[in-house]
């Protein structure tokens, strides 16, 4: 099976990004995770995109606040998905990251989750990888039918309590 890279703008993402780590451990996908900076080293953006490939990946997790131009720097040199994670900053409490990666150029597509996402992140780039692993796509759907139990199961509780 493929590999999901999950890239990271700066060091202080990372609380954020382990969600997506802990979804990709849970369904035995293998990553690898690094700090790359879109502005601070961006030779290095590029090599990584460029090279991606080759190097295994199947899905590019990129996670940036702020100019959050990280996913759609690494998406102009690579032709594996690239997911957006916007990281909350203390400006517009992340809105201008989400902007920032939703607002791609014609030609250089970026799929992007909601401010702080990183849960789905990780199943984002499950699901990408399961459309030719088998048993991935088995383990989403378990994933997805014990979440329908689980919330049925609030539902039966909530009908049986009187408010």
Known sequence: MKKVAVIMGSDSDLPVVLGAVEKLKSFGISYEIRVISAHRTPEAAEEFGRKAIERGFGVIIAAAGKAAHLAGVIAAYTTLPVIGLPI?????????????????PAGIPV???????????????????????????????????SMAEEYAAKDRKMQSESF
């Open 88 to 104: 909350k900053s203390t400006f517009m409490d992340g809105l201008d990251s989400l902007l920032s990666m939703v607002q791609m």
């Open 111 to 145: 799929a992007v989750v909601a401010v702080g996402g990183a849960e789905n992140a990780g199943i984002l780039a499950a699901q990408i990888l399961a459309l030719s692993e088998p048993d991935l796509a088995k383990k989403l759907a378990v994933f997805k039918r």
